[in-house]
C-alpha cells in the first residue's frame, strides 16, 4: 500500500481514542485486512513504472505543491511506505494533521529552517536553553539564518518582518526549565512556533494543544526508546509538511526504511516506558535533593525521566565512577546514561551563553531508564562518593520543579 493510501485509510478510522491505543494501533490500521499482523518493512529505493506520462505527471505535482504521490510509490527519496506508517502514527499522537521524517533530528531542524528561509524568512527568534547542536546551528547561521536570543518575556518585542520561526524546548535540555508554550504561542502571533518535545513526548505533553504549529523530535531519543536507530521526525499541519517533504526530497535527509520500522515498533511501548521510567526519575530527584553531596536538583513539574543535578564535588568523578549507568551521550533509552553537558552535549555552546542558560560546570544531566531503581540508586550513591556529612552543603540544597 502507497503512503497516500496508508494516510487516508487511517483518515477514515479516526476516532476519539485513548493515546496508549494510538500508540498501539496508529499506523497499523491497515494490517489486518491484507492479512498481517507486523507490519512490512519495504526496503526498495525504487519502483517500477510502466507509464512513464503518468509517473512524470506524479512528480510534477510533487514539485508543484509537496503532496506525497497518489498511487504506487515513485522513488525512496520522495517517500517510503514502511516510513509512512510511522509518520502516520507520530503525527496522531500529537494531534497534527501530519508528520514528516528525517535522518536525524538536526536534518529535520535543517529542514524547517531551510523550508522558511526559501521564503525569505530567515531570521529566528529562540530562548535558551536549547539542545546544543540547535543552539550552534542557530548561532553560526550554517543555513543563512540569523537568530536573537532573547526570554519568553521578549518574544513579541524581538519579532521583525522577515522572522519566520520562534523556537523553543520545554522541558529544555540539559536543564529542564518549563515554559508556558499556550503563552509564548500567544506572544508570536502569526509566526509559527516550533517546540523541541524530545524530553516530554506526546505521553506527557502535546505543544499543538497550547498553539506550536510545528512540533520536533529528536526520534533517536523516546520514540525509539532502544538506543538503535538514528532518526528526526516533525509534527505539523499538512501545508508545512508538504514543503518539509519537498526540502527533503532536494536535500536527501531521508529515514531508512528499517528506521521507519523501529520507530513504529517503539511507538507501541511509547506510554509504558515513559511512565515506568518516569516513576523511577521520581524517586531518583527525591533522594538526590535529600542527599548533602548534591547542591541542586532540577526535575520538571509534568514528570519525565530525565533529572538534572549538580554535584558539590568534582562531576567528572561521578560519571569516571559508576558502573550499572551507563556514561554516554544521548537518553531516553531503556538503560540509564549519564553526562556532563558542558563537556559534551552543550560545549560547542559558547561558555558565557552556556552558563547564562544555567548549564553550569557541576551540572549532570541523567536519563532514567527501565532498571530496578534501588539498583540505581546503589550505583549513584557509590558514584557520589562518601558522605562528608557537611551542614553547610545541606544547608544550600535546593530543588526545582
Known amino acids: 500500500m502507497d503512503s497516500a493510501s496508508i494516510r487516508a485509510h487511517h483518515d477514515a478510522r479516526t476516532t476519539s481514542r485513548a493515546l496508549a491505543t494510538e500508540a498501539v494501533h496508529a499506523g497499523r490500521d491497515d494490517l489486518a485486512r491484507q492479512g498481517l499482523h507486523a507490519p512490512p518493512i519495504d526496503l526498495s529505493t525504487t519502483y517500477p513504472s510502466y507509464d512513464s506520462r503518468a509517473e512524470a505527471a506524479r512528480i510534477d505535482a510533487f514539485a508543484t505543491n509537496g503532496a506525497e504521490p497518489v498511487g504506487p510509490p515513485v522513488y525512496g527519496r520522495l517517500g517510503n511506505p514502511t516510513v509512512a506508517r510511522f509518520e502516520t502514527a507520530l503525527a496522531r499522537l500529537e494531534g497534527t494533521e501530519a508528520a514528516v521524517a528525517f535522518a536525524s533530528g538536526m536534518a529535520a531542524l535543517s529542514a524547517v529552517l531551510l523550508a522558511r528561509g526559501a521564503t525569505g524568512l530567515r531570521h529566528v527568534v529562540a530562548v535558551r536553553p536549547l539542545y546544543g547542536c540547535s543552539d550552534h546551528l542557530l548561532t553560526a547561521g550554517l543555513l543563512g539564518t540569523e537568530v536573537t536570543w532573547t526570554d519568553p518575556a521578549g518574544i513579541t518585542d524581538a519579532l521583525r518582518p522577515d522572522t519566520g520561526l520562534v523556537m523553543v524546548e520545554s522541558p529544555a535540555n540539559p536543564t529542564l526549565a518549563e515554559l508556558d508554550l499556550r503563552a509564548i504561542a500567544h506572544a508570536c502571533g ?7 518535545n524530545t524530553f516530554a513526548t506526546p505521553v506527557l505533553q502535546r505543544p499543538a494543544e497550547h498553539g506550536a504549529r510545528l512540533v520536533l523530535h529528536s526520534a533517536t531519543k523516546y520514540l525509539g526508546g532502544h538506543g538503535d536507530v538514528l532518526a528526526g521526525v516533525v509534527a505539523c499541519d499538512e501545508e508545512f509538511a508538504r514543503r518539509l ?36 526519575a521520581a524517586e531518583l530527584a527525591r533522594r538526590l535533593t535529600a542527599d548533602p553531596r548534591v547542591a541542586r536538583v532540577r526535575y520538571p513539574r509534568i514528570g519525565g525521566a530525565m533529572i538534572a543535578f549538580e554535584v558539590h564535588g568534582d562531576p567528572h568523578e561521578v560519571i569516571a565512577r559508576v558502573r ?3 556514561p554516554a551521550v544521548s537518553l531516553g533509552s531503556v538503560d540509564t546514561l549519564i553526562q556532563h553537558p558542558a563537556s559534551i552535549s552543550h560545549r560547542i555552546v559558547d561558555a558565557e551563553d552556556r552558563r547564562g542558560a544555567g548549564v553550569g560546570d557541576r551540572l549532570l544531566r541523567l536519563s532514567v531508564g527501565l532498571e ?30
Not at 258 to 273: N, Q
Open 190 to 196: 502569526s509566526v509559527p512556533l516550533l517546540a523541541d
Open 245 to 280: 517533504r519537498q526540502v527533503r526530497f532536494a536535500t536527501g535527509g531521508v529515514l531508512h526504511p528499517l528506521a521507519g520500522y523501529l520507530l513504529l515498533r517503539g511507538l507501541s511501548t511509547l506510554p509504558v516506558r515513559v511512565r515506568a521510567a518516569s516513576a523511577n
Open 324 to 326: 550499572l549507568v551507563t
Open 372 to 401: 530496578d531503581v534501588e539498583d540505581l540508586w546503589a550505583d549513584l550513591d557509590r558514584a557520589l562518593g562518601e558522605r562528608v556529612g557537611d551542614p553547610a552543603a545541606a544547608g544550600h540544597r535546593q530543588a526545582v520543579g
